[in-house]
Nanobody, 121 residues
Framework: QVQLVESGGGLVQAGGSLRLSCAFS????????MGWFRQTPGKEREFVAA????????NYADSVKGRFTISRNNAKNTVYLQMNSLKPDDTAVYYC??????????????WGQGTQVTVSS
């Protein structure tokens, strides 16, 4: 069974930076594409960024392009989200997710427990 454990959330001032980490275990890491999502109370969970299992192909939500960077270290079974120029609107619980590399569509297979990011103005 895959387990995902996020860390690195916290409180930061607007314009600051945070780096989130997600430790993956339970299956071979390179079988999965990885993503980050976020959710605020009363809203749907929204896509933030994703990275493929094998190559540096990434994609981002328009709201974070140019400010956030997703990366993965297959030797450490970890995916990261570097968040720069943070805005109060980035405040949310951030979730790490894994999707089998053979799965098509928007269904993600596994989710972490989430880490809170709060950006003060």
């Amino acid at each position: 069974q895959v387990q995902l454990v996020e860390s690195g959330g916290g409180l930061v001032q607007a314009g600051g930076s945070l780096r989130l980490s997600c430790a993956f275990s339970g299956r071979p890491f390179n079988l999965y594409n990885m993503g980050w999502f976020r959710q605020t109370p009363g809203k749907e969970r929204e896509f933030v960024a994703a990275v493929r299992w094998s190559d540096p192909t990434t994609n981002y939500a328009d709201s974070v392009k140019g400010r956030f960077t997703i990366s993965r270290n297959n030797a450490k079974n970890t995916v990261y989200l570097q968040m720069n120029s943070l805005k109060p609107d980035d405040t949310a619980v951030y979730y790490c997710a894994a999707k089998s590399r053979v799965r098509s569509g928007n269904q993600w297979d596994y989710w972490g427990q989430g880490t809170q990011v709060t950006v003060s103005s």
